[in-house]
Every structure is written in structure tokens, then in C-alpha cells.
């Protein structure tokens, strides 16, 4: 008897400053893949934007970015925006995010058990596998583990070996580089999926918000529905980009916080 698929959830979280075609394909370059390994049957995907207290230079209020995210996956059946991280009053850890929608997942995972187990009262149980969810990102998101201060090593530790990673390479990063040289990640490396986009696509947020300060065409690049949303609101000008200039990224400057408390205690 063929061993039933793990339901798998991926997760993305980030600054979608705004949401491009390229953040858009991870998730269908993942779905390929994990549905490739024979193990996994993808059930659903999750675009988390972070929220404003991030302090990221350029960053656009997240009502912003979340309009723009939704807009640009209206025509997605299975990827959808959600909003509680982006409305925390404050940055909030990976792990703490991945955490609350896990418990979400388990939740809707046991309701709907005990629904089968009602209507199947004299038959035999359904043992559906419990499913899983891991984070989505690109291959430069491995070498931010990297970062001093940036991560705490027990969320490093959850995100790799509890839940697990999807990482999808782009342009010349070698994503292998960083599990192998990492101790935490090559403990867990069973459980980080390591994908290869053949068909290269450069787009970052970035140089979409360049483009859109000079004046530039950025048509293809991201859905036409996102830019009509940026010129009708007027983001991304010069003025926009200087928000938050000189400001230390939330996730070190909570870690310059908690390192001056445990040296006063």
C-alpha cells in the first residue's frame, strides 16, 4: 500500500517592499520540487510581510504592501496573504511567525480529524499524515543566518529542525556553501530542500524601487494591477526611500537590547 503524501504548507516571510514576479515563482519552484521527492503533497502557501516596526530603509507602511501582495495573487488558487505579522506593534522573530501559523495549520488539521473520525463512526480510522510547514526563501536568505546578532542560535536550531527550510537558488549564491558551513544547518540538512531554478530570474525589490524613482518602466516585472496601485498611492519616490535611513534593523538592535540586560543582570 502506497504511503499517503505530508501535507506541506510553505511559508514566506519578508519585506515584499513591493511583491515581484519573481517572489511570486518560489512558491511554484517549490511546489515542483517537493512534489518531485515523492513525499510531500503541497496544500497551501503563505506570504507574511513583515511588519513596519522592521526599520528597514525604503520600507512602505504595510497596509501598502499587503494590498500589492494581494492584488498581485489574485490569480493564485493556493498562495494567499496574511496579515498578522505585519500588524504586530513590533518586529516579530521568524520562529515566533512560523510558530503561530503551525499552531494555526494543527488546529484546523485536528478539527477536520474529528470531523472524518464523526462520519466514519463504524469504519476504520483515516491515519492522515500530520502536515508540516516550512519556511520559503531564496538562497541569500541562508547566509542572513550568518549575520552577527541577526539570529538567535535556538531559532536557527526551530526554523532548521523543527520545521524546516525550502530554499531556492538564484544567480551565482551557492546555498550548498552555507549548509556545509554552518554546524546547525548541516545537522539538519534532511530537512532543508535545496532548489534549482534553471530559468533565471534576477528581479529584486530593490531595483524595482530604482526603477520606479527614476521614472522607470517596471511593466513585467511585477503584475500591471501592482503598478497602477503604486502611481495611484505615489510609492516609491525619493522621499520614500529615505524612511527609516540610519536606523539599526529592529532584529539587532532587540539583540544590542537583550546582550546590555544580561550583562546588567
Known sequence: MATSRVPLVLLACGSFNPITNQHMRLFELARDHMHSTGQYQVVGGIVSPVSDGYGKQGLVLAKHRIAMAKLALQSS????????????????????????????????????????????????????????????????????????????????????????????????LQPERAVHESDTLSRHRQNIFLVREW?????????????????????????????????????????????????????????????VKSLDD
Not at 494555526?104 to 502536515?131: A, F, G, H, W
Not at 516609491?236 to 535611513?245: A, G, I, L, V
Open 77 to 172: 488558487n493556493w498562495v494567499t496573504v496574511d496579515e498578522w505579522e505585519s500588524k504586530q506593534p513590533d518586529w516579530t522573530e521568524t520562529v515566533v511567525t512560523m510558530r503561530y501559523h503551525y499552531g494555526r495549520i494543527l488546529k484546523e488539521y485536528e478539527q477536520s480529524t474529528e470531523r472524518n473520525s464523526d462520519s466514519n463512526e463504524n469504519t476504520t480510522p483515516l491515519s492522515n499524515p500530520c502536515p508540516q510547514l516550512k519556511l520559503l526563501c531564496g538562497a541569500d536568505f541562508l547566509d542572513t543566518f550568518k549575520i552577527p546578532g541577526l539570529w538567535r542560535d535556538d531559532h536557527v536550531e526551530e526554523v532548521s529542525g523543527r520545521f524546516g527550510l525550502v530554499c531556492v537558488s538564484r544567480g551565482g
Open 199 to 259: 530559468v533565471r530570474n534576477e528581479t529584486s525589490a530593490t531595483d524595482i524601487r530604482r526603477a520606479l524613482r527614476r521614472g522607470l518602466s517596471v511593466k513585467y516585472l511585477i503584475p500591471d494591477t501592482v503598478i497602477e496601485y503604486i502611481h495611484q498611492h505615489n510609492l516609491y519616490t525619493e522621499d520614500s526611500e529615505r524612511k527609516n535611513k540610519g536606523t539599526v534593523l529592529r532584529p539587532l538592535a532587540k539583540e544590542a537590547q537583550q546582550l
